[in-house]
């Protein structure tokens, strides 16, 4: 995609699910990746193995760097910034993508599980943008910011409010960054999936009975693959986006055109 090719790309929670399938798609648009993992270095080698190998295959050469790094701590991101900017001497595009989600009834949710989420999804977010505007300005670059939100920064969750709300916070996070840093060529999005095949949702991806309950829901009837996820990032982040920002652009099958109004009521 127009302007991808060159660009040095930050994936946080990258060796799993959407955040793989962005680093590799990125990798594939000739992007050289920093994937950033939580815990699990072997998933991530592997994702960097396929990135790499995806690059080839498309006919890049790119480079891949790991970065451990807990979001939930601002010293990880300030470290993790700090080695991209050592390793590459800066970047371009971060993709907030590292995510987590806790169920609970919301009058039993406890304080610490609340804290959790908001600390990943919204928090994190915030601190890793942070410091790569800061980057972007230091270095006068046009940078790219992506946030990986979801259907639920507008359909209401029951019994996942931590997480409705850090969409729902992440959908504002979008839009005052992108005010705030328009002028200085600094785009922000993001792209909100609705039901995906990932790990995050292994609770009805592995049974039938479950996935037909909420492929029903959904006006195309299937759910989505991360693969489709991350062809929207990279649009986002290309330059065939240059006019586009703050905006949230749902990527769900028709999720959130309220498919209980498919068949007429009488
Ligand atoms: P996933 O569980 O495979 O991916 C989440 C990734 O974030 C994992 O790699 C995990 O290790 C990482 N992560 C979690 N906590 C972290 C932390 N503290 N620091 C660094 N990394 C951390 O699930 P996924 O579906 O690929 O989720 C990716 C994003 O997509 C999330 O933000 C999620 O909310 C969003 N999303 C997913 C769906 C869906 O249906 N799968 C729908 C809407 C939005």
Excluded at 98 to 126: C, M, W, Y
Excluded at 152 to 173: C, D, F, Q, V
Excluded at 197 to 221: C, F, G, L, R, Y
Aim: charged letters at 20%.
């Amino acid at each position: 995609m127009k302007g991808l090719a060159g660009k040095t790309v930050l994936v946080t929670g990258a060796s799993s699910g959407i955040g793989q399938a962005i680093a590799i798609r990125f990798a594939q648009e000739g992007c050289n990746v920093v994937l950033n993992y939580r815990s699990d270095s072997e998933e991530a080698e592997q994702t960097a193995a396929i990135a790499q190998q995806s690059a080839t295959e498309a006919g890049h050469s790119v480079q891949t760097l790991l970065a451990q790094g807990d979001v939930a701590q601002e010293a990880d991101i300030l470290r993790m910034v700090h080695s991209t900017i050592e390793q590459f001497g800066g970047f371009d595009i971060l993709v907030n993508n590292a995510g987590i989600q806790s169920e609970f009834a919301s009058h039993e949710l406890p304080t610490e599980k609340f804290d959790q989420v908001i600390n990943v999804n919204l928090r994190g977010a915030f601190l890793c943008a942070r410091e790569s505007i800061k980057h972007f300005l230091a270095q006068h670059r046009s940078g790219v910011i992506l946030n990986v939100s979801s259907v639920h920064e507008i359909i209401p969750r029951p019994m996942y409010l931590s997480y409705s709300i850090s969409k729902g916070g992440m959908g504002n996070l979008t839009k005052t960054l992108a005010l705030e840093y328009a002028s200085r060529g600094i785009r922000v999005n993001a792209i909100a999936p609705g039901a995906t095949i990932t790990p995050i949702n292994e609770s009805w991806v592995e049974d039938p009975q479950q996935k037909a309950i909420v492929e029903s829901h959904i006006p195309m009837a299937r759910a989505g693959y991360p693969e489709e996820m991350a062809a929207s990032a990279a649009f986002l982040a290309s330059e065939e986006a240059a006019y586009i920002t703050g905006q949230t652009l749902f990527i769900d099958g028709g999720l959130t055109l309220y498919a209980d109004f498919r068949e007429s009521w009488s």
